[in-house]
């Protein structure tokens, strides 16, 4: 469910005054892709559910310094990454490895795994941050050019590119496996 | 950058978090519940400060006004004491004169304040 930044707006002002039911509206529409974005960053999906979970935490905390209500998503979505890399330096401190072992790391991208869930994570652990960030708000989330483009603080002739790479690059590493969705999103 | 030429989106189906869908619902509503909960504790707080702050605050300027003007009127009055003439000199003069005495000249610098 993407919502208009009109819509998100209105949400935003009705957390700020304490409506119950726009604290659920606001996590339904934004926890996937605060996943994603968070996803984009750890590479672990368990770490990213968790990392999506405390950012909407913050942000309820914080949601007076969310000048712009209309820019929710760019502005949550910072607070995504930062808690993302804090969680990521924390566990470079430690070096410890994935928890349970099958989940991988963008950093270690040598997986041998037939899983198309490991093989996925590899293959996005090829590319950058920022188009992790657009091909996973696009192909996952279903969020258009103009969405991903005000939520990223992009272009969206960059969102178009880095979509199309990003495409290039995951087809050429999953050769073999079946990545096509059944339904095919416009691009 | 035609349609043709762009690579068919990429099914990350098996990284959606929302495939279990009741454990995905149950995250959203335990994460609104814990939200809105926090968000009211804090809203709570915040209104308890406020009302303890305004009558807190009036009660230290009346203090500070009263304090004020205390150290005000013991200072006027010291200052009152301070540059009031005193009648001394006058009344010993006026002994003096009463009794038809000439004093000394030394007597009289001294209660006119001179060195004598």
Not at chain 1, 156 to 174: D, P
Request: charged share 25%; glycine share 4%; aromatic share 6%.
């Amino acid at each position: 469910m993407v919502l208009t930044q009109e819509k998100t707006a209105a949400l935003v002002q009705r957390v700020l005054r304490g409506e119950a039911p726009a604290f659920a509206e606001l996590v339904r529409a934004y926890l996937r892709p605060a996943y994603s974005v968070a996803l984009s960053i750890l590479g672990r999906p368990a770490d990213a559910e968790d990392v999506a979970q405390d950012s909407f935490m913050k942000a309820f905390a914080s949601l007076e310094s969310c000048h712009e209500p209309e820019r929710f998503a760019a502005w949550f979505f910072q607070i995504v990454r930062n808690c993302a890399r804090n969680l990521l330096d924390g566990r470079r401190l430690r070096d410890v490895a994935p928890d349970d072992g099958k989940i991988l790391e963008f950093a270690s991208p040598t997986s041998e795994s037939a899983g198309m869930r490991e093989a996925l994570l590899t293959a996005l652990a090829e590319l950058d941050e920022q188009k992790r960030e657009v091909v996973l708000l696009h192909d996952l989330e279903n969020w258009t050019h103009a969405e991903i483009a005000r939520a990223l603080n992009i272009s969206e002739v960059h969102s178009r590119q880095h979509l199309f790479r990003a495409r290039q690059i995951l087809r050429a590493k999953l050769d073999g496996h079946a990545t096509e969705p059944s339904e095919e999103s416009h691009v | 950058m035609s349609d043709e030429s762009t690579p068919r989106p990429i099914d990350f189906s098996e990284l959606d978090p929302s495939r279990n869908e009741l454990r995905w619902a149950r995250s959203i509503d335990r994460l609104a519940s814990r939200g809105f909960a926090e968000r009211r504790k804090r809203i709570s707080v915040e209104h308890q400060l406020l009302s303890w702050a305004r009558p807190v605050l009036a009660v230290a300027a009346a203090l500070c006004v009263m304090v004020w003007t205390a150290g005000y009127l013991v200072s006027a009055r010291r200052t009152a004491m301070v540059s009031a003439p005193t009648t001394a000199p006058a009344l010993q003069i006026a002994t003096w004169a009463a009794n038809n005495k000439m004093p000394e000249t030394d007597d009289l610098a001294g209660t006119l304040g001179g060195n004598p």
